[in-house]
Nanobody, 122 residues
Framework: QVQFVESGGGLVQPGGSLRLSCAAS????????MGWYRQAPRKQRELVASISSGGGTNYVDSVKGRFTISRDNAKKMLYLQMNSLKTEDTAVYYCNTWGGTPSSPLSGLWSWGQGTQVTVSS
């Protein structure tokens, strides 16, 4: 069993930056691909960035060039650096495993944490 605790969200003006952190419990964090997901009001949760166990990264088109995902396996931490934030980035952000496709049994493998609220507003 792995549990996640997200932090680092807040209120920021358009164009601002935030760095999200995800602390994972459990001993086997390093073997999983990981992702940052977000859920905006009245919308489904979506993956915005993923990182493989080997460090390869992928991003949804809407955040490419603005967001950077990284991980520290020794500390069992996942990060999301968000720059040039837009109002449409407003959402609750979560971390969880990513298995390559939404339907993979390795995607969203463990229980969802509380998430961290990101609000981009002037």
């Amino acid at each position: 069993q792995v549990q996640f605790v997200e932090s680092g969200g807040g209120l920021v003006q358009p164009g601002g930056s935030l760095r999200l952190s995800c602390a994972a419990s459990g001993r086997i964090f390093s073997i999983y691909g990981m992702g940052w997901y977000r859920q905006a009001p009245r919308k489904q949760r979506e993956l915005v960035a993923s990182i493989s166990s080997g460090g390869g990264t992928n991003y949804v088109d809407s955040v490419k060039g603005r967001f950077t995902i990284s991980r520290d396996n020794a500390k069992k931490m996942l990060y999301l650096q968000m720059n040039s934030l837009k109002t449409e980035d407003t959402a609750v952000y979560y971390c969880n495993t990513w298995g390559g496709t939404p339907s993979s049994p390795l995607s969203g493998l463990w229980s969802w944490g509380q998430g961290t609220q990101v609000t981009v507003s002037s």
